[in-house]
């Protein structure tokens, strides 16, 4: 299984992104998609994620500014991203904490990310 997320870029103060990930291959169970982001300097922090359920956790910093969704028939999940500022500047990775059969332990498969640029 490989992760593929996309739409990353540069964008002004205020704007918005919209990033999706698509996973190639089948999981045989999935716990949670989630996005996650690193900033130079700084350790991979939680953006969003959303359980099989549909629940979804947001860190405080973009609560009310992101919202995460997937489409279980696309094997995608999104992150749009609105009223970006500098803080938000970060590559932004996508995450899948699942199994790939009923024999596999479930662990996190990672994208390789894509850079978010938030600058004037």
């Known amino acids: 299984v490989q992760l593929q997320a996309s739409g990353g870029g540069l964008v002004q103060p205020g704007g918005s992104l919209s990033l999706s990930c698509v996973a190639s291959g089948m999981f045989f169970s999935i716990n949670s998609r989630g996005w996650y982001r690193q900033s130079p300097g700084k350790q991979r922090e939680l953006v969003a994620t959303i359980t099989s359920g549909g629940s979804t956790n947001y860190a405080d910093s973009v609560k009310g500014r992101f919202t995460i969704s997937r489409d279980i028939a696309k094997n995608t999940v999104y992150l749009q991203m609105n009223s970006l500022n500098a803080e938000d500047t970060a590559v932004y990775y996508c995450?899948?904490?699942?199994?790939?059969?009923?024999?596999?332990?479930?662990?996190?498969?990672w994208g390789k990310g894509t850079q978010v640029t938030v600058s004037s």
């Open positions: 995450n899948v904490r699942g199994a790939t059969s009923r024999f596999s332990n479930t662990r996190d498969y």
